[in-house]
């Protein structure tokens, strides 16, 4: 977060990140009860429109009573550290006020609330760590690569949405930058420039360049030195789902040819006479070098991060063969 928010300021402007078990864990049920709960009648939190909408289905008590946890949470934050303003998605808008509410019967005292609407992905899904296709801002989660070709993937109407609320630049340049997308949207400009400026934001200009020439790579135009720079969780992102072979690591430590690789200890080819043939034609690759030898020899210094090789059918099919 530190990308984000300045941490290291000697004012009172500096950034501080809390953990609300801090303060909770003291904190039994029935002095909950007594110092919180009392403060907040069940008629206020059953106006809530997101407890209202879940009445004729049902709700558990936890869910109902999160409410008051989260308010607590706010009005801890008042007492404390003078927290005034709580910021959040729309749907948090009841758990804020409640917060707020706890501070006026509570503490006497005055806060805010500010929503946002919330931003949904193309199927209609919110960016939360509890949804499907979530991606994240830690790059131990979501390498680079993965996060750059996300944004890649947007489709028209969203990344004209998205280039908006993520990215830094100014209104004008998002309207030039929609109008010359709509004459060419097969060019994907918005996408890219939008891929581009938020993986800069989030990662690094380095970890940009990585992704684009690991994007390459899949459309024929990435080289040898690419993929030997190439760190292994980028390129497992890039390859993720190609067939994989596993091999026994004492096989390149002695040395193997190509034919017997790619033809005998993988079925990468279902026999050494089609694989003779396609070498032949120039139409097998390894680690994105041409073969033209099938007696090749193939040995450990060739594995990329010490434990790959990727082996090349034609244009577009890969396979990846995992040396243990």
Same mark, same amino acid.
């Given at each position: 977060m530190s990308k984000f928010l300045d941490? /290291?300021?000697? /004012? &009172?402007?500096?950034?501080? &990140?809390?953990n609300n078990y801090d303060w909770m864990k003291e904190i039994s049920f029935l002095d909950f009860i007594r110092d919180v709960g009392k403060h907040i009648t069940v008629n206020y939190m059953t106006a809530k429109d997101s407890v209202k909408k879940r009445l004729d289905t049902g709700m558990s008590y936890t869910e109902f009573s999160y409410q008051l946890v989260q308010g607590y949470d706010y009005f801890h934050l008042y007492s404390q550290n003078g927290v005034k303003l709580q910021m959040g998605g729309s /749907?948090?808008?009841?758990?804020? !006020?409640?917060? !707020? $509410? =706890?501070?006026?019967?509570?503490?006497?005292? $005055?806060?805010?609330a500010l929503t946002s609407p919330l931003i949904t992905k193309a199927d209609g899904g919110k960016f939360g760590k509890t949804e499907s296709g979530t991606i994240w801002l830690d790059p131990e989660k979501t390498s680079p690569y993965a996060f750059y070709q996300f944004w890649m993937n947007t489709g028209d109407v969203d990344a004209e949405s998205y280039i908006k609320i993520f990215t830094l630049r100014t209104k004008d340049e998002i309207d030039v930058l929609i109008e010359e997308h709509r004459k060419a949207p097969h060019q994907r400009l918005l996408q890219r420039t939008l891929a581009e400026d938020v993986t800069t934001l989030v990662h690094s200009k380095e970890d940009l360049k990585s992704a684009v020439e690991a994007s390459q790579i899949l459309f024929g135009r990435?080289?040898? $030195?690419? +993929?030997?720079? &190439? #760190? @292994?969780? !980028?390129?497992?992102?890039?390859?993720?789902?190609? %067939?994989? *072979?596993?091999?026994d690591q004492d096989l390149l430590n002695e040395g193997i040819s190509v034919v @017997? +690789?790619?033809?005998?200890?993988?079925?990468? *080819? %279902?026999?050494?006479? $089609?694989?003779r043939r396609t070498i032949k034609g120039g139409g097998v690759s390894l680690n994105k070098e041409k073969i033209s030898d099938p007696e090749m020899q193939i040995?450990?210094?060739? =594995?990329? #991060?010490?434990?790959? =090789? =990727?082996?090349?059918?034609?244009?577009?099919?890969?396979? +990846?063969?995992?040396?243990q």
């Open positions: 941490f /290291d300021t000697n /004012d &009172m402007n500096a950034a501080v &990140m809390v /749907d948090q808008w009841g758990n804020i !006020t409640t917060g !707020t $509410e =706890l501070i006026r019967r509570k503490g006497g005292g $005055e806060a805010f990435g080289t040898h $030195e690419t +993929l030997v720079q &190439m #760190n @292994e969780q !980028t390129f497992l992102s890039v390859f993720e789902g190609v %067939p994989q *072979f596993i091999i @017997e +690789l790619l033809a005998g200890e993988t079925s990468i *080819f %279902p026999s050494k006479g $089609e694989l040995q450990s210094n060739s =594995l990329l #991060n010490n434990k790959y =090789l =990727l082996a090349q059918k034609g244009k577009k099919n890969y396979f +990846l063969i995992i040396a």
